[in-house]
T-cell receptor, first 112, second 111 residues
Framework: SQKIEQNSEALNIQEGKTATLTCNYTNYSPAYLQWYRQDPGRGPVFLLLIRENEKEKRKERLKVTFDTTLKQSLFHITASQPADSATYLCALEMDSNYQLIWGAGTKLIIKP | DTAVSQTPKYLVTQMGNDKSIKCEQNLGHDTMYWYKQDSKKFLKIMFSYNNKELIINETVPNRFSPKSPDKAHLNLHINSLELGDSAVYFC??????????FGNGTRLTVT
């Protein structure tokens, strides 16, 4: 069966450390993988997109990797801050019909 | 200058009622969506419109009917509301598919 899995339990990280979130999928062949941030009571906000032929993408303190062999994406936040606390969602984009398949998200808590 | 705005933010109603949620985007995007986020936080697409034409219609009860009067608006009308319809509904828009820009959601509670 097709699945997208993100850590279901909250991830607690000490401020200043690197937070690493995982997105694993099975039986999909996505063309793109996207990461979004969602705060309580708000809609998801786009962070980064990585293509199937890209290994790594960076944006300021954020880094995303995409391993199509392992069927896994890792999302890193370096020098984490309490303001980074939120739920982070990964989404697979299959093909040209632009339909996204979403993970349930991982709640990240950065402790001061 | 909100990019994607939806109203109302909260909607509490009784079973059997009919209600509407409105969505507007000022980004000039050609595609708009309705998503449902359940209690487990999964986002599931319900509908997608491209330039006022329906292009995605997932398995959604026909009590749900989207209407797009123009490409900046996509409203969702729900007939005969049921308890299981309680969820957060998100409107989103995009240009050329991705990334998506979301509204802040409408929390629907059916009692």
């Amino acid at each position: 069966s097709q699945k997208i899995e993100q850590n279901s339990e909250a991830l607690n990280i000490q401020e200043g450390k690197t937070a690493t979130l995982t997105c694993n999928y099975t039986n999909y062949s996505p063309a793109y993988l996207q990461w979004y941030r969602q705060d309580p009571g708000r809609g998801p906000v786009f962070l980064l997109l990585i293509r199937e032929n890209e290994k790594e993408k960076r944006k300021e303190r954020l880094k995303v990797t995409f391993d199509t062999t392992l069927k896994q994406s890792l999302f890193h936040i370096t020098a984490s801050q309490p303001a980074d606390s939120a739920t982070y969602l990964c989404a697979l984009e299959m093909d040209s019909n632009y339909q996204l398949i979403w993970g349930a998200g991982t709640k990240l808590i950065i402790k001061p | 200058d909100t990019a994607v705005s939806q109203t109302p933010k909260y909607l509490v109603t009784q079973m059997g009622n009919d209600k509407s949620i409105k969505c507007e985007q000022n980004l000039g995007h050609d595609t708009m969506y309705w998503y449902k986020q359940d209690s487990k936080k999964f986002l599931k697409i319900m509908f997608s419109y491209n330039n006022k034409e329906l292009i995605i219609n997932e398995t959604v009860p026909n009590r749900f009917s989207p209407k797009s009067p123009d490409k900046a608006h996509l409203n969702l009308h729900i007939n005969s509301l049921e308890l299981g319809d309680s969820a957060v509904y998100f409107c989103a828009s995009s240009q050329g598919g991705s990334p998506l820009h979301f509204g802040n959601g409408t929390r629907l509670t059916v009692t």
